[in-house]
């Protein structure tokens, strides 16, 4: 069974701080990395990682992946208000399908304070 | 404008009493799926389907139907709700599944059975 571990489950910090979140992951047929923002509604797309030590990044998020220790971490910078959020992480298992299979860790709950 | 549309957004019932949540996409996406999302456990599946007709259990179906009649709609049917079953539900769609292209997210259904 795929498994997918984000730490810290919560995380409360100050405006202009700097975050890392984790996730660990088992699956079977690894294919690829996503992580998700949600707040309040709809996940939306932040990342898709699917090779090892290419960084990802969007402004003031980075990502990146490691496909030996089977872990990715979310880097916020400079941290704002508007990224409180959940931080959802999830993999695709490739499996026996053609459609895959997208299995979320429980999310990390980031609080930025003023 | 391609979206997921769910309805209702917010539902209260009784234990017992049968009720359908509908899910919509305009985008001609072949995969659709529901999720539930509860506290410390992120998202999980509860069923998919691949095309019209062809539906499957996803890793949480118990008490759960779903039908694939058209392409575009992808009702969830609770045909005797219980209070855990009251979660966050979420319908997604991709065209041709999560492996090969991303995932859209409608804006959820709060349920709550008492």
């Known amino acids: 069974e795929d498994k997918v571990v984000q730490s810290p489950l919560s995380l409360v910090v100050h405006e202009g701080d700097t975050v890392t979140l984790n996730c660990s992951y088992e699956v079977t047929n690894f294919r690829s990395l996503l992580w998700y923002k949600q707040e309040k509604k709809a996940p939306t797309f932040l990342f898709m990682l699917?090779?090892?030590?290419i960084e990802k990044k969007s402004g003031r998020l980075s990502s990146i992946l490691d496909k030996k220790e089977l872990f990715s971490i979310l880097n916020i910078t400079a941290t704002q208000t508007g990224d409180s959020a959940v931080y959802l992480c999830a993999v695709i298992d490739a499996g026996g399908t053609s459609y895959g299979k997208l299995t979320f860790g429980q999310g990390t709950i980031l609080t930025v304070h003023p | 404008e391609a979206q997921v549309t769910q309805n209702p957004r917010y539902l209260i019932t009784v234990t017992g009493k049968k009720l359908t949540v509908t899910c919509s996409q305009n985008?001609?996406?072949?995969?659709m799926s529901w999720y539930r999302q509860d506290p410390g456990l992120g998202l999980r599946q509860i069923y998919y389907?691949?095309?019209?007709?062809?539906?499957d259990k996803g890793d949480v179906p118990e008490g759960y139907k779903v039908s694939r009649k058209e392409k575009r709609n992808f009702p969830l049917i609770l045909e005797s709700p219980s209070p855990n079953q009251t979660s966050l539900y979420f319908c997604a769609s991709s065209l041709f599944g999560p492996l090969n292209s991303p995932l859209h997210f409608g804006n959820g259904t709060r349920l709550t059975v008492t």
């Open positions: 389907s691949m095309n019209v007709e062809v539906t």
């Open positions: 699917t090779s090892s030590g």
């Open positions: 985008m001609n996406h072949e995969y």
